[in-house]
């Protein structure tokens, strides 16, 4: 039998559970981060205002010290929005939904354990959903797009025969998988590297804003405007995490690399159930670690 030049299923195709839970972290993350970011500027515009004066006729009112204030009232307004939106909390269930979701798909479309070949296509079919069921407890999810969660996609995928599932799950899940994490750590560390040098820049203007405050050259406080800026950057690279995400995505790619070159064809259906389980388990691995390391939890539910 000749190769496919193409996998019966990818994640394209992953099922709508999936598509919602991957929709809902990627917009609760960004406006968590958006929160975050906009929180970090309006305590660098206190600390900016703070360092001048600006006063206008013989009111006696500094300008400059009502901005500050207004903008760390602002500041603290965010924060408490923050706090009371969890979007943080919402965006590590929706992302633990979707991967949770993606590695059941994966597996009953390729018949990975618990959905091996020999099990009936109902009953496998009404444990996959049970499942799902699982996971939807307590899930934050507003959106709901229609479509069934198991898609013709993945009964087509696993109505083959096992030699198209094996190519399938190689070329569609492990070979994209260490493209994902190779490219994303790459471009983590790129973002790492970049915000680390400007975190160094801010330190070295400090030491020039520090010299002219000792020298006398200006009365405004340069010092403590460059001082929140790095504390400022400071604070974004330990929310990103990014250079953690890169040696963790790195890492990754590498184990799965691994269990990419254990494909063998000549597995029969027992082993290449067990197989599949033991590839989703070394996948699913750097997600419980992301989730663990930002919130102490181990979270992924066992699927």
């Known amino acids: 039998m000749t190769e496919p030049t193409s996998p019966l299923f990818t994640w394209h195709q992953l099922p709508p559970f999936f598509q919602d839970a991957d929709a809902s972290a990627i917009k609760v993350r960004r406006r968590y981060f958006g929160q975050l970011r906009l929180s970090l500027i309006l305590l660098f515009v206190a600390a900016a205002s703070g360092a001048a004066s600006l006063k206008f006729g013989n009111t006696g009112v500094d300008w400059a010290g009502v901005l500050a204030a207004l903008a760390f009232l602002a500041s603290l307004v965010v924060r408490f929005y923050i706090e009371q939106q969890q979007d943080e909390n919402r965006w590590y269930e929706s992302r633990t939904a979707a991967e949770s979701c993606k590695t059941l798909a994966w597996r009953y479309a390729v018949c990975g354990d618990p959905f091996p070949e020999s099990m009936p296509t109902a009953e496998a079919r009404q444990l996959y959903i049970q499942r799902l069921r699982e996971l939807s407890r307590n899930l ?8 069934n969660d198991v898609n013709e996609d993945m009964e087509r995928c696993r109505a083959a025969d096992k030699a198209q599932r094996i190519d399938t799950y190689r070329i569609g899940r492990l070979t994209e998988q260490v493209d994902w994490y190779s490219k994303t750590a790459a471009l983590r560390d790129r973002q790492s590297r970049t915000w680390r040098a400007i975190g160094l820049v801010g330190e070295l203007v400090g030491v020039g804003a520090g010299a002219l405050k000792a020298s006398g050259v200006t009365s405004i406080d340069l010092l403590g405007v460059v001082s929140a800026a790095v504390a400022g950057i400071t604070a974004w690279l330990h929310a990103k995490q990014l250079h953690t995400e890169a ?3 790195s890492l990754t790619a590498r184990e799965i690399r691994h269990v990419l070159s254990l494909v063998d064809k000549d597995m029969d259906g027992e082993q290449w159930a067990e197989f599949v389980a033991g590839a989703e388990e070394t996948i699913s691995k ?12 181990v979270p992924l539910k066992d699927v």
């Open 247 to 249: 040696s963790s995505y």
């Open 286 to 297: 750097e997600h419980t670690l992301w989730s663990s390391g930002r919130t102490g939890r």
């Open 140 to 147: 934050r999810i507003v959106d709901v797009s229609s479509g």
